[in-house]
């Protein structure tokens, strides 16, 4: 099993920034892949970014050139970093992991095997 813990968000101005951090614990080597996903009230929970183990990292359309994704594996850690943010990007972002990958499915939540509660990003216009 493993738990995820996210951490860092706020509320911010358009235009500002905010990093997210997620803690895993547990059997943490079931964490080939780690990511974000989502979810504003009322709508599906959508795929933000991922990465592999190795470094590989995947991003949604919608934040590529804003969003910066790392991992820190001593640290058993991913962090994301939110840089020109839209009111859009209003949601509970949640922390991701899956013990095996397929990048055909990066975006499916189905994919994933641990969830995050999830912590609050509010972007004010």
């Known amino acids: 099993q493993v738990q995820l813990v996210e951490s860092g968000g706020g509320l911010v101005q358009a235009g500002g920034s905010l990093r997210l951090s997620c803690a895993a614990s547990?059997?943490?080597?079931?964490?080939?892949?780690m990511g974000w996903f989502r979810q504003a009230p009322g709508k599906d929970r959508d795929f933000v970014a991922a990465m592999t183990r190795s470094g590989t990292s995947y991003y949604a359309d919608s934040v590529k050139g804003r969003f910066t994704i790392s991992r820190d594996g001593a640290k058993n850690t991913v962090s994301l970093q939110m840089s020109s943010l839209k009111p859009e990007d209003t949601g509970v972002y949640y922390c991701?992991?899956?013990?095996?990958?397929?990048?055909?499915?990066?975006?499916?939540?189905?994919?994933?095997?641990?969830w995050g509660q999830g912590t609050q990003v509010t972007v004010s216009s």
């Open positions: 547990g059997r943490t080597s079931s964490t080939y892949v």
């Open positions: 991701a992991a899956a013990r095996s990958f397929n990048s055909v499915l990066v975006e499916s939540t189905s994919q994933y095997d641990y």
